[in-house]
């Protein structure tokens, strides 16, 4: 093997639980682990990072990694973690959320390669589809007993009296649905490994367990812990909801700028988690950080490995180009240089009036639009003192009392960006 798997997941943190026999068997030859990966959005978000980096620390390693989607389970719904059941989806929304999914997961995973330990993505709606409730229950159920059902936490904490809603057959069976998909696995690939969040435990366990009474097999588990920020809140959501990888639905500025405003000890426990630097030169940048902290090198190194990972150099290029317009550091050139979305993320919250475009085609006087158009200061008199005071800036360069907001002016052929000083801000929209 390339390099010791449990060593390197277990200095970068992201070992929760794992069971005994597992570091001898990986380091005996080549093995295949599997994680499991929820459907039911037609993206992964930053919450899903963790398992990703835990199958491509073992793609590294030497191993083979399995993806598996969970069509069938996605059906269903998982009881751990959760206080109420989660809606079912069709299949065609399914396939469509499978081949989103697998594109994202092609930018950590070599599914291509030539080599043994090429990558895989399965879907368990392709082996439970046909798998008739008969044959079910005969085949699988008839070697787990309710009894270490019941025992599973997962299933305790939802039908104990603090959970009004109580909990369907349909997730009780659940952990016998994930147990066999670790059978099947097994057998169709000797995948001898899962992993997954600690919450997943006893989900993973029931699969070892059906592996051992069914085929006298041994299966192993791995757990890394549920990521959560130093204040106690929760990681990958913001007041707007999930960090997600899509573009479309977190555009790359807000996901750079998600892991470039971590906190000073959240940005050294993320750093190992979510990038592939060796343990020396994260050393290094932790130690540099402490000595200047207000440089914030470890965000910014983290920010910027995790962006180019997920959306590519030329994003993150344009991302920090964005971050420099918030921070006042930029010129016209940089405004008009960004994609809309972008401009409108950067400038989110800033008050906005909107103008007639003939106006601006004439040439809209500097005064008139802050204070007719838009009431960004509150009289012509302030407007023009500001100006003489060389105060006013649209789209960043200042300007003088006879300037004309004209067509060229136009960002993205619609927005003008008016300042007064370095932090107020007001955005006139060309209609």
């Not at 919450?199 to 299966?219: F, H």
């Not at 918030?326 to 800033?350: A, C, H, P, R």
């Amino acid at each position: 093997m390339k390099n010791d798997f449990i060593e390197e997941v277990s200095w970068r943190g992201m070992v929760h639980d794992v069971m005994p026999g597992t570091q001898e068997h990986l380091n005996e030859s080549m093995r295949a682990a599997y994680v499991g990966i929820d459907p039911t959005a037609d993206s992964l978000h930053v919450g899903h990072l963790v398992g990703v980096m835990l199958l491509k620390h073992f793609q590294l390693a030497g191993h083979k990694p399995v993806a598996l989607i969970g069509g069938a389970t996605g059906m269903i719904g998982d009881p751990s973690g959760k206080s109420e059941e989660r809606n079912l989806l069709d299949e065609a929304t399914l396939k469509h959320n499978q081949n989103s999914i697998k594109f994202q997961l092609e930018k950590f995973l070599d599914f291509n390669s030539q080599d043994e330990n090429a990558a895989v993505l399965v879907n368990n709606y392709d082996w439970m589809k046909s798998f008739s409730f008969i044959d079910f229950i005969r085949d699988v159920g008839k070697h787990i007993t309710v009894n270490y059902m019941m025992a599973k936490d997962s299933v305790k904490k939802r039908l104990s009296a603090e959970s009004k809603e109580g909990m369907s057959f349909t997730e009780f069976t659940y952990q016998l649905v994930q147990g066999y998909d670790f059978l099947h696995l097994y057998r169709s690939l000797k995948c001898s490994l899962q992993m997954g969040g600690s919450d997943q435990w006893g989900n993973i366990t029931t699969g070892t367990e059906l592996i051992r009474r069914i085929e006298q097999g041994k299966g192993f588990a791995l757990t890394c812990p549920l990521i959560t920020k130093a204040d106690g809140t929760k990681f990958g959501k913001t007041a707007s909801g999930n960090i997600w990888l899509d573009p479309k639905k977190t555009s790359p500025f807000k996901f750079y700028q998600f892991w470039l405003n971590t906190s000073d000890d959240d940005a050294e426990k993320f750093i190992k988690i979510f990038t592939f630097k060796p343990k020396d030169e994260i050393e290094e940048l932790i130690n540099s950080h402490k000595n200047a902290p207000h440089l914030r090198v470890l965000q910014k190194a983290l920010a910027t490995d995790i962006t180019i990972a997920v959306h590519g150099k030329d994003e993150l290029e344009n991302a920090q180009k964005a971050s420099n317009i918030l921070f006042g550091k930029s010129t016209f050139e940089d405004l008009n240089s960004i994609e809309e979305q972008t401009f409108l993320d950067v400038f989110e919250g800033v008050p906005t009036a909107e103008v007639e475009k003939e106006m601006v085609d004439e040439g809209l006087d500097i005064v008139e639009a802050l204070t007719t158009h838009s009431n960004f200061l509150a009289s012509k008199g302030e407007a023009r003192r500001a100006l003489k005071q060389n105060a006013i800036a649209v789209n960043k360069e200042k300007v003088s009392v006879d300037f004309k907001i004209e067509t060229q002016y136009l960002l993205s052929n619609k927005y003008v960006l008016l300042s007064k000083g370095k932090k107020q801000n007001y955005i006139l929209i060309a209609v």
